[in-house]
């Protein structure tokens, strides 16, 4: 456990004058010293002075705010730049919280409810690197009323004077644990049941063809609940002692008391380290657990998934078919030579009528999901790292399928379904809001890391592409039903749009982790002679929900106690993978002379265009 030293600071409040302690945590991580600048003080009525004292400290550059976003703390947003990380929440126990997940012990807010204070920890360098000299340049307490302040009240910052070295993101999660591990925000696990069912959970694990360690976990809760419990008993003696402290003594008995004090004050705080060490290890061996899986599923690879429906029938042309790679080459659709120049391989530009198309099979599809129910919205692009994290995606894998933003927490979507799993993070549902039901028009970026030959070829694998996602927020009890409705809108989107294809089951070594259950919808591409995936329903229970916070407040029932909250289920479903239709529509409707019939059901949003035609030359 480092060494901790504190002072105070005062806090111009007006009368009386209120002392912040700011307790740095000194560690053995060169490239940061953290300035403590020289303060008056007030204690008991008396005035000190405090000379400002420079000492080495690993540390972040993490600037805090605690409270609404407001002018000034975008001011310091744009002042301070992308050398440190900069935090907003609505009461101090919210950021101490975000603090923690988002770069470990870096630096941990705590606030006292008895007394006006709060503390600034400092840790080991995690998520952020070393930054230079650090300078607590500004913190202030305010409340709403004097007779009620409390930790929601608090509102604290802290501002870099000087940094010398340029921040990245590094993996690593504080109190000196190794660089190579990841940062870890906090999740609240079902750890009881992995413990309970530990072989359960490893029979999961090998069917879905998962490396994680669910005995480890087991291990891993086992050991941190004894030490909790050993926490708690020194924290009830220290309590103990205090009380006695009150009571009328000799000065040998009080001597006494107060060295027991001390020492069960040095021991608490080295086994709250010891504590907050095993619940990093445990959350991050945790987290890797994917979800149990519906006994119906194949277990094995893709080739063990069951067909459950089969629409349609296959084309049958009498002539050979073309891909729709000559197709958009033919008919002036596609062109990946330009792309490649201004952005690389996988990338595309669609003209023409290929651009049409686009933007009538987002408006057709997201027109069919707003009809059943479901909210239109455009969603952001970039998201917080932690929230792709969270529902289930892995922006820090060596073999990642999203891309990062430079000196950010920032990541690219690799699908609508992340933002808008986000948008209700942290929520309390009542019950009868549900189920909730969104529809997101979002951009989509993929690595597609480890992708290659003829079945990634053209339009099928790209880096980016438009995409509507259907995400749905429910009870458990509403999930099965949800999960087969949202393949019953695809079934019915693709039967209209006249094409054939199967609905899978797909076995478990398919399955993300989040996935309880996963239906894919494969089309007929007579071009490239096979099936591909056009379109996925997922049912995650409450997988993501316990990663992003989203319960719900069940009704009482008369005579019954009030029901605790439950975590929600979510679900998620393609509704249009823009790219991979264009490519099952030219392949299927491709005529003899090269043509391509627009699906009737997509004429309305063509601007009247009913056919694609290769262009006449121009004459000379």
């Given at each position: 456990?480092?060494?901790?030293?504190?002072?105070?600071?005062?806090?111009?409040?007006?009368?009386?004058?209120?002392?912040?302690?700011?307790?740095?945590?000194?560690?053995?991580?060169?490239?940061?010293?953290?300035?403590?600048?020289?303060?008056?003080?007030?204690?008991?009525?008396?005035?000190?002075?405090?000379?400002?004292?420079?000492?080495?400290?690993?540390?972040?550059?993490?600037?805090?705010?605690?409270?609404?976003?407001?002018?000034?703390?975008?001011?310091?947003?744009?002042?301070?730049?992308?050398?440190?990380?900069?935090?907003?929440?609505?009461?101090?126990?919210?950021?101490?919280?975000?603090?923690?997940?988002?770069v470990?012990?870096?630096?941990?807010?705590?606030?006292?409810?008895?007394?006006?204070?709060?503390?600034?920890?400092?840790?080991?360098?995690?998520?952020?690197g070393?930054?230079?000299?650090?300078?607590?340049?500004?913190?202030?307490?305010?409340?709403?009323?004097?007779q009620?302040?409390?930790?929601?009240?608090?509102?604290?910052?802290?501002?870099?004077?000087?940094?010398?070295?340029?921040a990245?993101?590094?993996?690593?999660?504080?109190?000196?644990?190794?660089?190579?591990?990841p940062?870890?925000?906090?999740?609240?696990?079902?750890?009881?049941?992995?413990?309970?069912?530990?072989?359960?959970?490893?029979?999961?694990?090998?069917?879905?063809n998962?490396?994680?360690?669910?005995?480890?976990?087991?291990e891993?809760?086992?050991?941190?609940?004894?030490?909790?419990?050993?926490?708690?008993?020194?924290?009830?003696?220290?309590?103990?002692?205090?009380?006695?402290?009150?009571?009328?003594?000799?000065?040998?008995?009080?001597?006494?008391?107060?060295?027991?004090?001390?020492?069960?004050?040095?021991?608490?705080?080295?086994?709250?380290?010891?504590?907050?060490?095993?619940?990093?290890?445990?959350?991050r061996e945790?987290?890797?657990?994917?979800?149990?899986?519906?006994?119906?599923?194949?277990v094995?690879?893709e080739?063990?998934?069951?067909?459950?429906?089969?629409?349609?029938?296959?084309?049958?042309?009498?002539f050979?078919?073309?891909?729709?790679?000559?197709?958009?080459?033919?008919?002036?659709?596609?062109?990946?030579?330009?792309?490649?120049s201004?952005?690389?391989?996988?990338?595309?530009y669609?003209?023409?009528?290929?651009?049409?198309?686009?933007?009538?099979?987002?408006?057709?599809?997201?027109?069919?999901?707003?009809?059943?129910?479901f909210?239109?919205?455009?969603?952001?692009?970039?998201?917080?790292?932690?929230?792709?994290?969270?529902?289930?995606?892995?922006?820090?894998?060596?073999?990642?399928?999203?891309?990062?933003?430079?000196?950010?927490?920032?990541?690219?979507?690799?699908?609508?379904?992340?933002?808008?799993?986000?948008?209700?993070?942290?929520?309390?549902?009542?019950?009868?809001?549900?189920?909730?039901?969104?529809?997101?028009?979002?951009?989509?970026?993929?690595?597609?890391?480890?992708?290659?030959?003829?079945?990634s070829?053209?339009?099928?694998?790209?880096?980016?592409?438009?995409?509507v996602?259907?995400?749905?927020?429910?009870?458990?009890?509403?999930?099965?039903?949800?999960?087969?409705?949202l393949?019953?809108?695809?079934?019915?989107?693709?039967?209209?749009?006249?094409?054939?294809?199967?609905?899978?089951?797909?076995?478990?070594?398919?399955?993300?982790?989040?996935?309880?259950?996963?239906?894919?919808?494969?089309?007929?591409?007579?071009?490239?002679?096979?099936?591909?995936?056009?379109?996925?329903?997922?049912?995650?229970?409450?997988?993501?929900?316990?990663?992003?916070?989203?319960?719900?407040?069940?009704?009482?029932?008369?005579?019954?106690?009030?029901?605790?909250?439950?975590?929600?289920?979510?679900?998620n479903?393609?509704?249009c993978?823009?790219?991979?239709?264009?490519v099952a529509?030219?392949?299927?409707?491709?005529?003899?002379?090269?043509?391509?019939?627009?699906?009737?059901?997509?004429?309305?949003?063509?601007?009247?265009?009913?056919k694609?035609?290769a262009?006449?030359?121009?004459?000379?």
């Amino acid at each position: 456990m480092p060494h901790q030293r504190s002072v105070r600071i005062p806090l111009d409040v007006g009368k009386p004058v209120v002392t912040v302690q700011v307790r740095v945590a000194r560690a053995d991580v060169p490239g940061l010293q953290v300035l403590e600048p020289a303060a008056g003080e007030r204690v008991r009525g008396k005035r000190k002075r405090a000379q400002g004292r420079e000492h080495d400290s690993g540390g972040a550059a993490l600037v805090a705010w605690c409270g609404r976003p407001s002018k000034e703390f975008e001011r310091s947003r744009a002042r301070l730049g992308d050398r440190t990380m900069l935090l907003s929440t609505k009461s101090l126990g919210a950021l101490r919280l975000r603090t923690k997940q988002q770069v470990g012990s870096a630096f941990c807010l705590a606030s006292g409810r008895r007394r006006a204070e709060v503390s600034l920890v400092g840790g080991c360098a995690a998520g952020l690197g070393n930054l230079g000299r650090m300078h607590w340049s500004a913190c202030y307490h305010h409340h709403h009323h004097p007779q009620h302040a409390s930790s929601r009240a608090w509102r604290c910052r802290a501002a870099v004077a000087e940094a010398t070295t340029e921040a990245g993101v590094v993996s690593g999660s504080g109190h000196g644990s190794k660089a190579e591990q990841p940062a870890v925000w906090k999740a609240p696990l079902d750890f009881k049941f992995i413990r309970d069912n530990v072989e359960e959970v490893e029979s999961n694990c090998r069917d879905r063809n998962n490396p994680a360690d669910p005995r480890l976990v087991a291990e891993l809760y086992a050991k941190y609940l004894q030490r909790n419990q050993e926490l708690a008993e020194l924290q009830q003696a220290r309590n103990a002692n205090a009380k006695k402290l009150k009571g009328k003594m000799s000065k040998e008995e009080r001597d006494v008391l107060i060295g027991d004090g001390k020492s069960l004050k040095e021991q608490i705080a080295a086994l709250e380290g010891t504590v907050e060490e095993v619940q990093m290890e445990l959350q991050r061996e945790g987290q890797k657990i994917p979800n149990m899986t519906h006994p119906d599923v194949p277990v094995g690879g893709e080739e063990c998934s069951t067909v459950l429906e089969t629409v349609g029938s296959r084309p049958e042309f009498g002539f050979k078919a073309r891909d729709h790679l000559e197709l958009g080459e033919s008919l002036d659709l596609i062109d990946f030579e330009s792309a490649a120049s201004v952005t690389g391989s996988k990338f595309y530009y669609l003209r023409n009528e290929a651009a049409l198309l686009e933007l009538a099979l987002v408006n057709y599809s997201m027109g069919k999901a707003v009809a059943r129910g479901f909210v239109p919205m455009i969603t952001p692009d970039l998201v917080r790292t932690e929230v792709l994290e969270k529902c289930g995606f892995q922006p820090r894998a060596e073999n990642t399928q999203n891309y990062g933003v430079r000196d950010s927490d920032l990541c690219l979507t690799g699908t609508a379904e992340i933002p808008l799993g986000g948008s209700v993070m942290n929520s309390l549902l009542e019950e009868d809001s549900l189920p909730l039901k969104m529809a997101g028009f979002g951009r989509c970026f993929r690595t597609e890391a480890g992708a290659a030959g003829s079945a990634s070829k053209g339009l099928y694998r790209v880096h980016q592409f438009s995409k509507v996602e259907m995400f749905v927020v429910c009870t458990p009890e509403q999930s099965d039903q949800l999960h087969q409705e949202l393949i019953d809108i695809e079934v019915e989107m693709f039967k209209e749009l006249g094409l054939h294809f199967k609905v899978m089951d797909m076995a478990s070594h398919d399955l993300g982790a989040p996935a309880y259950r996963k239906f894919d919808v494969e089309a007929w591409m007579p071009g490239m002679e096979r099936y591909g995936e056009i379109s996925s329903a997922s049912n995650c229970t409450d997988y993501q929900a316990r990663r992003l916070s989203i319960r719900y407040r069940p009704g009482a029932k008369p005579g019954q106690k009030k029901p605790k909250n439950v975590f929600v289920h979510t679900l998620n479903a393609t509704a249009c993978a823009v790219p991979r239709m264009i490519v099952a529509i030219l392949e299927n409707f491709q005529q003899e002379d090269g043509s391509v019939l627009i699906p009737e059901v997509l004429q309305p949003y063509m601007g009247g265009v009913k056919k694609i035609q290769a262009r006449e030359a121009p004459s000379e």
